[in-house]
């Protein structure tokens, strides 16, 4: 069994999608109205620039000081109810193309993600998502974020979870596809026989020139709900809730701790 797997933020939609909920937590009271502006700011930087090893890696820490004693069963039911709202219409139309070209021909699509699972896992649903792996954080017994990660799907670890996957699942990675637009993710797409880079940045971009890989530039987001029905088949696995809100809340804060940061370095 062949499969392709998809980066999701920048490769399937063209934002970011933890930094996206910004304001359905600001309706819900969960961030202030500054909150919402810096965080909308750091979803334009994040347009722009993307984020590099170094501020990944301190959004990381910030993020998981942040969630700790968060609740997860109240936060969940608020991204249920607005995750497909605030995605739309970002979802690149070219991805959602390839998504049923891959199940026309029999491989098994897998959304593979450093954003949390409780975020991934539900937008997976609807494109047909065999699974996904995506960023974990550490419950406690109460139902609380305990501040730590189980697993950070940054990375080599994709890639290591992309073998083991293949594993357990019987699939032929020298057969199967990867898709992504970062340089960060050059071990994900090292682990499969047909790599594409998907709106890459200079440094993916001038990788997959020199390894002679297809680059692919999505230039045509849709509006998910009105598209996906008639693009993808549906789902194969049921919605897993998780604690998506708490680290969506913690992205924006990190992000706005992380640019707070880099101004008083900068003064």
Do not use: C
């Not at 722009?48 to 004693?69: F, I, N, S, Y």
């Not at 293949?166 to 050059?186: E, H, M, Q």
Request: hydrophobic share 45%; no cysteine; aromatic share 8%.
């Amino acid at each position: 069994m062949e499969a392709a797997f998809f980066d999701l933020d920048k490769t399937i939609i063209s934002r970011s999608s933890s930094l996206a909920l910004s304001r359905p937590l600001y309706r819900a009271g969960m961030v202030s109205r500054g909150q919402l502006l810096r965080g909308a700011y750091a979803q334009l930087v994040y347009l722009l620039v993307g984020a590099d090893e170094q501020k990944m890696e301190r959004l990381k820490e910030g993020m998981l000081q942040l969630t700790k004693g968060w609740d997860r069963a109240q936060l969940e039911r608020l991204v249920e109810e607005v995750i497909l709202a605030v995605i739309d219409p970002y979802v690149y139309q070219e991805a959602l193309d390839l998504i049923a070209l891959h199940h026309s021909e029999g491989r098994q699509i897998y959304i593979v993600s450093s954003s949390p699972e409780e975020i991934v896992r539900p937008l997976a649903r609807h494109f047909g998502a065999a699974g996904v792996i995506a960023t974990r954080a550490a419950i406690g017994g109460d139902g609380r974020y305990t501040g730590e990660l189980e697993f950070y799907a940054y990375g080599e670890d994709k890639a290591v979870a992309i073998r083991e996957l293949a594993v357990r699942a019987g699939l032929d990675l020298a057969g199967s596809y990867a898709y992504s637009d970062s340089i960060t993710d050059l071990p994900m797409l090292d682990a499969v026989g047909h790599p594409v880079a998907v709106n890459p940045d200079k440094v993916l971009r001038r990788e997959a020139e020199e390894r002679g890989w297809q680059t692919r530039d999505f230039r045509s987001p849709v509006r998910l709900r009105s598209r996906i029905a008639s693009a993808v088949p549906s789902a194969r696995t049921s919605y897993v809730a998780g604690a998506v809100g708490v680290v969506a809340v913690a992205a924006v804060l990190g992000w706005v701790a992380l640019r707070s940061r880099d101004r008083r370095v900068s003064d």
